[in-house]
């Protein structure tokens, strides 16, 4: 059996930029991932292949709480989801970490305060190489630094947009983009600007994901290892129930056991949560360090919508997901609850468009459509339901429990955008006709069950003071096992209406220096007693 000093599960965004930070320490790390590395290859940037035929999405099938099928929208690869997001790195508004009244109730207060976070998103920004503008977002919180890279520049369909809005009195602003793109220099830049980058992998390595960023790097170091393939299905205690002692995965079809100073889980809130689930015992009668029940509770995926904007001149954009719009994020003058966030999904086309099964608009095919349209992705803050759960059915499978809630502000916030389409400049062409509409999408190709867009998990494992009300403290460790720790989405107790991502790497970081304390004085103690060495 091999022993590690940290044992992180999970590759993406909350164990990747988690084994990044610790790799310099010298401690023996050891990554488990269930995924393999995504090939290189042409099909990364077919939307055929991504989109239609789902190549690289997770085959597994969970279910809902009606027992039906639910084919997830998710990535088991080596980076996490972070191989195929969008790398729109946000961070959470200051008033998100504070108790917010929407229309549908209470969004709660976090244990932590923005500015616990804050030196952690600056380092995660510049760490993930985010390229933005500082002071253009009127919702932004305050930043100690200011972005290392500049904004990246809208394409003229989105400049003319931005315009409109501007002239109508709103603030739009470049979305902070996590993409290697250096625009002054075109023939050096590693990022070429393409139009297949949201829901893709970067064939040319040049998005910042969890594997290019932080588990390359980490893996130069001699002390971390990756496991691929290391499906990780139990984690065992010892007799007190304290500790972790053993991490049970299964590889090429037989078990393995590792043994971790410190276990970090990080697999992404869903199976974080039935991970925890999975390792009940005598101790932990209803699953590891779940004596608050709140583990696999409060699952939360933001309300999202696609939308098409339809003109009658084509849209020639190819990266279009440069703006957004976050005036509404906390209300307007006619509606005092927070409604979301405004930005773009990648350019839609006919392909991507024919696996959705979306209505289509009179008079266009799905082909046309595609060229013509403005593909709009909104977001609002769905609110924590204990009933919105992930649970294990009998035979050990993923049940995911979701009622939606809070939508009055989202139905508001697609009014809003309904109203700022009609109020754009008359074309030089077709006038005021040229905009035809807006269509709706249900943007999980394949599956038109939207519960199946778990992008956004998050929720299911929440942190908090209070050992009741939380599984984890405020540093993630659980409450109850003193070596077990929680990295990713699952933390949060409320999500904000903008993309997770960066606050997820940031209080990786946050967490990776509270563990390097903890492995710190460790090491003191082995080197007083002399015991330094004998544990590896
Ligand atoms: C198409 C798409 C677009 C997105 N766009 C954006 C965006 O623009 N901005 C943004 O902020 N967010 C975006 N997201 C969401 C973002 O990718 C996630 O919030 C983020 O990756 C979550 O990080 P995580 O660490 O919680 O989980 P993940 O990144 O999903 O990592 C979990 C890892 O654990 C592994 N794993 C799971 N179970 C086990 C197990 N039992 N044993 C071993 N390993 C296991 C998985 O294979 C995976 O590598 C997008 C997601 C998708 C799918
Ligand atoms: S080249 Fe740039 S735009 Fe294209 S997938 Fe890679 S990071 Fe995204």
Known sequence: MDRYDVIIIGSGAGGGTLAHRLAPSGARILLLERGDYVPREKDNWSTRAVNVEGKYAAKESWRDREGRALHPHTNYWVGGNTKFYGAALFRLRREDFGELRHAGGISPSWPIGYDELEPYYTEAEHLYQVHGERGADPTE?????????????????????????????????????????????????????????????????????????????????????????????????????REVRTVHATRNGAEEVYRGDLVVVSCGAINSAALLLRSASDRHPRGLANGSDVVGRHYMGHINSVLMALSKCPNPTVFQKTLALNDFYFGSEDWPHPMGHISFVGKLDGVTLSAGAPAIAPGWTLELMGRHSLDFWLTSEDLPDQQNRVTLDRDGRIVLSYRPNNEQ??????????????????????????????????????????????????????????????ALDTHCRAHEVDNLYVVDGSFFPSSGAVNPALTIMANALRVGDHLLGRLGSRRSDAVATGAMGAAV
């Open 141 to 241: 919180p305050p930043a100690s630094a200011p972005y290392r890279y500049p904004a990246v520049s809208h394409e003229p369909r989105i400049q003319q947009l931005s315009e409109d809005w501007m002239r109508l009195g709103y603030r739009p602003f470049p979305v902070p983009l996590g993409i290697m793109l250096d625009e002054r220099n075109p023939r050096r830049s590693r990022c070429i600007r393409c139009e297949t980058c949201d829901g893709h992998p970067c064939l040319v390595s040049a998005k910042s994901d969890a594997q290019v960023v932080c588990v390359d790097p980490a893996l130069q170091y001699p002390n971390v290892t990756l496991v691929t393939g290391a499906y990780v299905s139990r984690l065992g205690t010892d007799g007190s129930g």
């Open 409 to 470: 502000g989202h139905r508001r916030l697609v009014a809003k955008l309904e109203s700022l389409m009609q109020q754009q400049r008359a074309c030089a062409v077709h006038g005021h006709e040229c905009h035809q509409g807006l269509f709706s999408r249900n943007l999980f190709v394949g599956q038109r069950i939207p519960l199946a867009g778990v992008a956004h998990q998050n929720g299911t494992i929440r942190f908090g003071r209070d050992p009741q009300a939380s």
